[in-house]
């Protein structure tokens, strides 16, 4: 059973480019979150889809946008880098919750650098 | 605004030694989630516990155990007989109860010396 995948590895842009970012769920699950983990940071929260739909938001510019494909797959886009978007970009996969919560399985990561 | 803070920037431990990982965080929620997260060199982050905010038992999974103290919104984690496998960044986490945001903490670095 494949865990949760993401795609690249690594990752080196210049500045003002466009990136995107891509993540496979683990098998049966069915909502994304993405998460930005800055060097020596934790985690910060991007958005979270569902049903190929934004289900919530942290606090990112409009720059940062995402797709939910129908096999539950995801992509992060990134426009108009800043050197600032240097980063660990996480990828997360659960099972939306009917009650509770459901544990989240986290991917590898895709480490960006922006020269 | 909810916020967790982790105010042990790095710690170490002797194997086989205990150690405490503390975290504290802020919200006006009453029903919500805790959670440490582990995440070693170049690996993946893994949840290592949590705890649901309405369970006044303290959650243990092995070697691993929290001391949840509501009131102060307190949420420490103890690691018992540590291995080298422990070193590791560990985040303490957030969720509200019907959300889907998780806020994490700074993070510990923990060294495990031989």
């Known amino acids: 059973d494949a865990g949760v995948t993401q795609s690249p590895t690594h990752l080196i842009k210049t500045r003002g480019q466009q990136v995107t970012l891509r993540c496979s769920p683990k098998?049966?699950?069915?909502?994304v979150s993405w998460y930005q983990q800055a060097l020596g940071q934790g985690p910060q929260f991007i958005f979270q889809?569902?049903?190929?739909?934004?289900?919530q938001r942290g606090n990112f510019p409009d720059r940062f946008s995402g797709h939910q494909f129908p096999n539950y797959s995801s992509e992060l886009n990134v426009n108009a880098l800043l050197l600032g978007d240097s980063a660990l970009y996480l990828c997360?996969?659960?099972?939306?919750?009917?009650?509770?919560?459901?544990?989240?399985?986290f991917g590898p990561g895709t480490r960006l650098t922006v020269l | 605004a909810q916020t967790v803070t982790q105010s042990q920037p790095e710690m170490s431990v002797q194997e086989a030694e205990t150690v405490t990982l503390s975290c504290t965080y802020d919200t006006s929620e009453n029903n919500y989630y805790l959670f440490w997260y582990k995440q070693p060199p170049s690996r993946q982050m893994i949840l290592v516990i949590r705890?649901?905010?309405?369970?006044?038992q303290n959650a243990t999974e092995n070697r691993f155990s929290v001391n949840f103290q509501k009131a102060a919104k307190s949420f420490s984690l103890k690691i018992s007989d540590s291995q080298l496998g422990d070193t590791a960044m560990y985040f303490c986490?957030?969720?509200?109860?019907?959300?889907?945001?998780?806020?994490f903490g700074a993070g510990t670095r923990l060294f495990v010396k031989a």
């Open positions: 705890q649901e905010a309405y369970k006044q």
């Open positions: 889809y569902y049903e190929e739909e934004e289900r």
């Open positions: 986490a957030f969720v509200p109860a019907g959300g889907f945001k998780t806020i």
């Open positions: 997360a996969s659960s099972l939306a919750q009917t009650s509770g919560y459901n544990e989240q399985f």
């Open positions: 098998s049966g699950h069915d909502t």
